[in-house]
């Protein structure tokens, strides 16, 4: 049996996916730090963001020279086999936490139950 080179153009977490998150974590995120953190080019980031808007998933507004930007709470997956789920959860788990000084689109964070995740060693 041959083994197979690793294949490592994919990932889990799609472009759409990781550029709603940024958003929600900074509602005043700027194109450019977007496709940077991305590592996608500014039209690219763009067109992302038109997508999410075109779809209901963000709002934007114009603030002077700045976009503000907000997550539509309660919206769903887009594929029929998520369809059926709120983004919200998976936004909680790429962008853990809300905005400074806001419950942001998905809601307030869990209650804090006196336990904390154990770090990478243990």
């Known amino acids: 049996m041959e083994s197979a080179e690793p294949r490592t153009s994919w990932t889990f977490v799609t472009q759409h996916a990781r550029i709603l998150a940024m958003i929600l974590r900074n509602p005043e995120v700027r194109l450019r730090d977007l496709a940077d953190s991305c590592r996608l080019t500014e039209r690219a980031a763009q067109a992302i963001v038109g997508d999410l808007e075109h779809a209901g998933y963000l709002t934007r507004v114009r603030h002077g020279r700045r976009n503000h930007y907000e997550v539509t709470p309660g919206t769903l997956f ?41 770090g990478p060693h243990g």
């Open 78 to 118: 887009r594929h029929p086999a998520e369809g059926h789920r709120e983004i919200g959860n998976l936004l909680r788990l790429i962008a853990p936490g809300p905005p400074d000084g806001a419950t942001g689109a998905t809601g307030p964070p869990p209650p804090d139950d006196g336990h904390r995740e154990r």
